[in-house]
């Protein structure tokens, strides 16, 4: 297979295209690649449809980049096409993660001051991964709770190693309704 570089305007989307890529995950993709470089080439059959890779051309436009790198699968029938449309979103779904050797990479990605915004995650996520909450769920106290007049007002202090950790609880916290306000 050869990587074809080839015009955005000349590649054409699967009209029954059934993933959707919000506004914010464009947005992420082409944060992505201006990190990164395009470093993967958008599926297309014979006639420059595209068979896998809408959110990256969608991202270049947003970037403004002309062209882009392409490879070109001519074998597949109209079926298998089809098919693998589906399938190569669906089997990236399917997979899991080593929860010990992400919070590993996280924890090593965010000592070296890598812009934790770039790897996908929202913040709640990126809290849990790098095993934030677990520290949360740690540090509760397991005696009876106080039970004051319903007019008292109690406030906790809870210090977090990161920005992001602070963010995906206070995030939590307005979830469940609680008042919250972080306080720097």
């Known amino acids: 297979m050869e990587i074809e570089t080839?015009?955005?305007?000349?590649?054409?989307?699967?009209?029954?295209?059934?993933?959707?890529?919000?506004?914010?995950?464009?947005?992420?993709?082409?944060?992505s690649i201006r990190e990164f470089g395009f470093t993967n080439p958008v599926l297309i059959d014979g006639d420059g449809g595209i068979?896998?890779?809408?959110?990256?051309?969608?991202?270049?436009?947003?970037l403004g980049i002309p062209e882009v790198p392409c490879?070109?699968?001519?074998?597949?029938?109209?079926?298998?096409?089809?098919?693998?449309?589906?399938?190569?979103?669906?089997?990236?779904?399917?997979?899991?993660?080593?929860?010990?050797l992400l919070q590993l990479e996280l924890t090593d990605l965010h000592s070296d001051n890598f812009n934790m915004d770039l790897l996908g995650f929202d913040a709640a996520d990126l809290s849990a991964a790098m095993g934030f909450e677990d520290e949360l769920a740690a540090s509760e106290?397991?005696?009876?709770?106080?039970?004051?007049?319903?007019?008292?007002?109690?406030?906790?202090?809870?210090?977090?190693?990161?920005?992001?950790?602070?963010?995906?609880e206070y995030e939590r916290c307005k979830r469940e309704g609680l008042p919250c306000k972080i306080i720097q």
């Open 51 to 62: 068979i896998a890779g809408h959110g990256r051309v969608m991202a270049a436009r947003k």
């Open 6 to 31: 080839l015009a955005i305007e000349s590649l054409i989307p699967y009209v029954r295209n059934s993933r959707t890529h919000s506004d914010a995950q464009v947005a992420q993709i082409a944060a």
């Open 141 to 168: 106290v397991d005696s009876e709770p106080f039970h004051g007049d319903a007019s008292d007002k109690f406030q906790l202090m809870i210090e977090f190693a990161t920005e992001q950790a602070l963010a995906a």
């Open 71 to 100: 490879i070109r699968l001519a074998h597949l029938t109209d079926t298998q096409k089809r098919a693998y449309i589906i399938a190569d979103n669906k089997l990236a779904l399917n997979a899991g993660w080593d929860a010990e």
